[in-house]
């Protein structure tokens, strides 16, 4: 019986130490896990015609390294366009024509916005607007205008065919 017992103890005791490795992984994820605001970053915006996914937290990348985060979206009354509030490293100097657009990782991943620094002279300040942007590509609209194209190049296929066979009727 002391051995069961002796056992048993064991096993609480291995368990308790699993689930506190676990917490310590889960804490240090989400202190480290780079999802938050930049605090010390720049606060600059933009506009898109549809921003499909891109959620606050998400990901502000350079050549696909990360240099900030989407801290806030909203609809401008005046275009019905999607505006984006993000914060990026301030030691970056963007100049004053570098584009964003809202990018996938992958077929299934999450959205992220990407930057593509221009070569103008000027930079963009605190609260700077980057001007050129493209929205996020809906994978349903490029999936349906594929069905349709395909589906209209076939129909004057089948309708030449119709009107190219001729009609034999049988002697009587």
Known sequence: MDTV????????????????????????????????????GMLLTAQFDRIDGLVNGADVRIAGVKVGSVVSSSIDPQSFNAVVGMRVDRSLRLPSDSSAEVSSDGLLGGKYLSIVPGGAERVLAEGGRITETQGSVSLESLLGRFIFSVTQMNQPAAANAETAAPATAAPR
């Open 5 to 40: 017992k002796g056992r048993s103890a064991l096993e609480i005791m291995t368990g308790a130490g699993v689930l506190a490795v676990a917490a310590a992984f889960l804490f240090y994820a989400v202190a480290h896990g780079g999802r938050g605001a930049q605090p010390g």
